[in-house]
């Protein structure tokens, strides 16, 4: 499952601070990563469905009272939330069709809620094991890059042009 998770992670990053990046460092690289996010959610969404299946069959195997012993039932309701906004972004990505414009607050929120799941995973992971520390600084340096980003955009718009 780690290893799922982590694909998922990357597809996500890619779609989550694309824009950002774009912003920070305009070149010809970054400008494919964000003309090709909704090919990241759509990668993200199928990568993170196979997740969803090592999870099933995980959780398939405990007792009921080993499941509510381990609070998984709240992991389940936090991302089974998490999978409903998964297809929904997908659903929206797919019928964009190559659309680049900025994020409607739905995709935002979704994209804070699910960055949120991640950080709470590998950040919180990082200080139980060092495998956790990389994927740790990829959450967090994903989420600094969409910010700035989002705050240069703004400051940019922000300036208005000197009257001649």
Known sequence: ??????????????????????????????????????????????????????????TAEMSEAQFIQTHLWVVAIVGGVGFVLIYALAW???????????????????????????????VGGAFRARFYVALAFVVVAALLTRLTGAWQSRKLSSVSPAAD
């Open 92 to 122: 929206k990505a797919f019928r964009k069709r190559g659309a680049t414009a900025g994020d409607s607050r739905f995709e935002a929120f979704t994209y804070y809620y699910l960055w949120s799941i991640f950080a709470v995973a590998y």
């Open 1 to 58: 499952m780690r290893i799922t998770a982590g694909i998922s992670l990357l597809f996500f990053v890619w779609a989550f601070a694309a824009g950002g990046l774009a912003r920070l460092m305009p070149n010809r690289s970054t400008r494919w990563l964000q003309a090709n996010r909704r090919n990241a959610v759509l990668a993200f969404a199928a990568s993170h469905t196979v997740h969803l299946g090592f999870i099933v069959a995980f």
